[in-house]
């Protein structure tokens, strides 16, 4: 019943925003009293913890997956990029907008889980990409990362709408590849760019 309850408030989250959805939808939505509700959650505040948690884990999941594909290093980061965007394409309004200015204690915990692996798997790429000459071999990658992450991170938490994101989101992946790509990985740029239209 808990897996059941917090699909369903995760369904109701995205679609109508954390804030907005009370305890006494989800359960109305799910057929059960507000009593068995909070035999699983004590409050609202750990539902939210513990849906956000169900998100991570679905999405690190995804981009797993995809890393096992072994796409390179250029077409990964797109694929990663599509995958997400379909992911929330649910929602109006951004989710970890709505969790820093109404939960900022779960989007902190989210953020502390989340930067470490970010930085891990952007590190990995990037090594990868000037292993097979689709980044430059002087790259500094510390630095990179480092920006790549902090950009995306600054459009995620402060862009209200999920369709802004997205336009940004994929600017930015255009930006840091541009940023880091030999030749040959401009050339990847250009295709994976045309095949978005």
């Known amino acids: 019943m808990k897996e059941k309850i917090i699909e369903k408030a995760a369904d109701l989250f995205l679609k109508v925003g954390f804030k907005s959805i009370t305890m006494d939808d989800i359960a109305s939505a799910m057929g059960i009293s507000k009593k068995t509700l909070y035999k699983y ?31 390179n290093p250029v077409a990964e980061l797109f694929e990663i990029k599509k995958s997400i965007q379909r992911f929330f394409e649910v929602t109006d309004t951004s989710p970890l907008y709505q969790l820093k200015k109404h939960y900022p204690e779960t989007h902190e915990k989210l953020m502390s889980c ?53 336009k940004l989101d994929f600017a930015l992946l255009e930006y840091h590849t541009r940023a880091i790509a030999t030749p040959a990985g401009i050339d990847e740029l250009k295709k994976q760019l045309s095949a978005l239209t």
């Not at 590190?123 to 000037?130: A, D, K, M, P, S």
């Open 41 to 71: 959650f004590a409050n609202k505040e750990v539902l939210v913890d513990e849906t956000t948690i169900g998100f991570q884990l679905k999405i690190n999941a995804k981009i797993e997956d995809i890393i096992s594909k072994e796409y």
């Open 114 to 166: 989340e930067r470490d692996e970010c930085h891990f798997f952007f590190r990995q790429n990037i090594e990868r990409g000037i292993e097979m000459g689709l980044y430059r071999k002087e790259t500094d990658i510390d630095t990179s990362t480092l920006f790549y992450y902090t950009l995306m991170m600054h459009i995620n938490e402060n862009t209200v709408l999920e369709k802004d994101i997205h």
